[in-house]
């Protein structure tokens, strides 16, 4: 058995996160897989750096649209399989989704769609949740343990955000994605997080625009889930509130497989 310390990040554009210190920070956390979401990148925009840090393989899988989307893994042990979607191409063709099997854990790093520009972007981002659970409980049910990681784009509960009344017409606090939320936990996904710590105050996303993270106006959005088969190996979970760098922070887990 091996403790493994694993790290999400949102680093909205990985060209920028690169210049405000990405790969020095990476270097210093060393953590075994860090999944990064939204790169907004084609592997042929990438430093070698990039690609090929110091003690990692990297695994990147981008939009069909230039500028938008992906996700990438950087990653210590190496994973036997890679799989870059669900296998329906309306989601897949956006670069959302890397799933790595490990042989003793699958781990999917996925980047979930928002919701907030029209109500067919929010039909497409239910669509997708959708998708994603079919493809989950498949795995679960054949026993298989799961850990799921990145930004699932909306806030569960009332503590999950700093300002639940205002929100509750917004695309990512809406009653329909929140009952998906309860549909997907009650499916028996653990929030890691939640399992430790229960008060609000704590999140991963802050509106760059109006300041937010100066007053901790967030919201938490990005997550870390597990099967109920590694829960007892399942021993932190915490957020990175101090890194800058995006919009969003790092989060991590650290666990025996």
């Known amino acids: 058995m091996s403790r493994l310390k694993m790290l999400s990040w949102n680093v909205n554009g990985i060209r920028a996160a690169e210049k405000k210190g990405f790969l020095k920070w990476l270097l210093k956390e060393s953590p075994d897989i860090l999944c990064v979401q939204e790169t ?4 042929e925009q990438l430093s070698k750096e990039l690609i090929n840090p110091n003690g990692y393989k990297t695994f990147w899988v981008s939009g ?4 938008y989307s992906g996700v990438a893994i950087f990653t210590k042990p190496e994973p036997q399989n890679i799989k870059t979607g669900f296998g ?24 979930f769609p928002n919701g907030q520009r029209d109500e067919e972007r929010l039909k497409y981002k239910l669509g997708f949740y959708d998708e994603f659970l079919k493809c989950v409980d498949g795995l679960k049910e054949k026993g298989r343990k799961i850990i799921i990681c990145g930004d699932v784009n909306t806030a569960h509960k009332e503590t999950d955000l700093a300002r639940p009344k205002e929100n509750e017409t917004t695309s990512g606090f809406l009653p329909v994605e929140r009952k998906w939320m309860d549909k997907f936990t009650e499916h028996g996904y653990i929030d890691t997080f939640r399992y430790f710590i229960k008060d609000s105050g704590h999140y991963t996303y802050w509106d760059p625009i109006s300041r937010a993270r100066e ?41 025996e497989v």
Not at 64 to 67: A, F, Q, R, S, Y
Not at 216 to 230: C, K, Q, S, V
């Open 40 to 43: 907004k990148a084609h592997i």
């Open 215 to 255: 007053r901790n106006a967030g919201w938490r959005i990005d997550y870390f889930f597990i099967t109920p088969n590694l829960l007892k190996g399942l021993k932190k979970a915490f957020i990175m509130t101090e890194v800058m760098g995006s919009d969003h922070c790092p989060l991590g887990i650290e666990i």
């Open 88 to 111: 329906i191409k309306k989601y897949d063709s956006e670069g959302r989704i890397l799933i790595s099997d490990y042989k003793d854990f699958i781990l999917f790093n996925i980047y």
């Open 64 to 67: 069909e649209k230039k500028g």
